[in-house]
């Protein structure tokens, strides 16, 4: 069996080229209470990974589906998030559905500030690139 090390550095490395939005991948904690204002704010955000390259790329053939929550139409579309096959996540953490990924910059103007909800991570020792499949929930 040949060595697959070298083709897959290049192909880590020519997959890196595409990433051009910079993303940040966090874990956003449960909503807090406070009793002495009764309001509610949102919990505290782990980082998991970033600002740091990704491709944030729209899923051509995911139509997208309405959803009702609460008394609002809720529209989710797919997309593939492609970060490099290296990137680092704090030790012994995993990405869980509902963590976030929100795009801080991109050649796309349009895209800046949105927000994902991952829905499933793909790992693999052969890949070019860690990809995370997520949800855009506007």
Do not use: C, N
């Amino acid at each position: 069996m040949r060595d697959l090390g070298p083709f897959l550095a290049r192909g880590r490395q020519a997959h890196e080229g595409l990433m051009g939005e910079q993303v940040r991948l966090y874990r956003q904690g449960e909503d807090v209470f406070d009793r002495d204002t009764g309001q509610t704010a949102p919990g505290p955000q782990t980082d998991l990974y970033g600002p740091g390259p990704a491709r944030v790329k729209a899923l051509a053939q995911a139509t997208g589906t309405e959803e009702q929550a609460g008394e609002r139409e809720l529209s989710l579309r797919d997309y593939e998030v492609a970060l490099p096959w290296s990137a680092p996540l704090p030790p012994d953490t995993r990405v869980l559905p509902g963590d976030r990924i929100k795009v801080l910059s991109s050649a796309d103007a349009r895209m800046v500030g949105l927000i994902l909800y991952v829905k499933a991570a793909q790992y693999g020792g052969t890949a070019t690139a860690w990809r995370i499949s997520a949800e855009d929930r506007s």
